[in-house]
T-cell receptor, first 109, second 114 residues
Framework: GQNIDQPTEMTATEGAIVQINCTYQ??????LFWYQQHAGEAPTFLSY??LDGLEEKGRFSSFLSRSKGYSYLLLKELQMKDSASYLC??????????WGAGTKLIIKP | DAMVIQNPRYQVTQFGKPVTLSCSQT?????MYWYQQKSSQAPKLLFH???????NEADTPDNFQSRRPNTSFCFLDIRSPGLGDAAMYLC?????????????FGPGTRLTVT
């Protein structure tokens, strides 16, 4: 079966750095996405990785290792508005998105 | 601004009373998706359209149906809503052939079944 694993919840302090991990087992791989979802709202696109390595976009970076079936999302200089769920999703060989359940990130002052 | 629009944002229906949720897009994307998302869970794909080609996920209940009359609009029909169908329903679009095929989501419709 296809599976995406990420921690259910994480807590971090305003101004700090947090890393959210995602491991996956899918039938094929055609890219990995990170989405941010605030409570009661729709997911919004954060990043896309299809090759190994680090993609940096402002305060957010995403890393991929295809051989390990592993990705992480790194958030720097945390702000209170970063409190949200972060969803990892992998596009499989059929170009369908397999979604993780999301990691709820709680930012404390 | 190009966007994905869902109406209504909040819908209350009675148990067993048919309901239709609508989605429109100004992005001119050829793929449209309907997801169901319950609290603290991953979005669950119900259907997707690749142009006019309809794709039904194997585990989508028969109670759920969809229509896409043209490129811009897509509808989700729930024929006889049950209490377990209360959820957020998300419409998304993507452009196949684009660089990353990222999906753009509408704001969602939160369905309550009484």
């Amino acid at each position: 079966g296809q599976n995406i694993d990420q921690p259910t919840e994480m807590t971090a302090t305003e101004g700090a750095i947090v890393q959210i991990n995602c491991t996956y087992q899918t039938s094929g791989f055609n890219g990995l996405f990170w989405y941010q979802q605030h409570a009661g709202e729709a997911p919004t696109f954060l990043s896309y990785n299809v090759l190994d390595g680090l993609e940096e976009k402002g305060r957010f970076s995403s890393f991929l290792s295809r051989s390990k079936g592993y990705s992480y999302l790194l958030l720097k200089e945390l702000q209170m508005k970063d409190s949200a769920s972060y969803l990892c999703a992998v596009r499989d060989s059929n170009y369908q998105l397999i979604w993780g359940a999301g990691t709820k990130l709680i930012i404390k002052p | 601004d190009a966007m994905v629009i869902q109406n209504p944002r909040y819908q209350v229906t009675q148990f067993g009373k048919p309901v239709t949720l609508s989605c429109s897009q100004t992005l001119n994307h050829n793929v449209m998706y309907w997801y169901q998302q319950k609290s603290s869970q991953a979005p669950k794909l119900l259907f997707h359209y690749y142009d006019k080609d309809f794709n039904n996920e194997a585990d989508t209940p028969d109670n759920f149906q969809s229509r896409r009359p043209n490129t811009s609009f897509c509808f989700l029909d729930i024929r006889s809503p049950g209490l377990g169908d209360a959820a957020m329903y998300l419409c998304a679009t993507s452009r196949e052939g684009g660089e990353s095929y990222e999906q753009y989501f509408g704001p969602g419709t939160r369905l309550t079944v009484t």
